[in-house]
């Protein structure tokens, strides 16, 4: 039990534990910023995508059915 207590007294005096969660808070709120932004455009992007696939559609079709020359 003793050197247990010893050890975590250590581990509370150390400063490396102590950046080694900065670190990882850090990279877990770089990792969540970028999946949310993701997301946000993503779905802000499905109507401009649909009419530019309607657009392309309706084009192709009345390439298709014109007569060729």
């Known amino acids: ?3 247990l207590r010893s050890a975590l007294a250590g581990f509370h005096r150390a400063e490396d534990g102590l950046v080694t969660v900065e ?5 877990a709120a770089v990792v969540v910023g970028g999946i949310s932004l993701v997301w946000l455009v993503g779905n802000n992007m499905k109507a401009p995508a649909n009419n530019v696939g309607s657009t392309i559609n309706n084009v192709a079709k009345t390439t298709i059915t014109q007569p060729h020359p």
Do not use: G
């Open 23 to 27: 670190w990882v808070s850090l990279a």
């Open 1 to 3: 039990m003793k050197k």
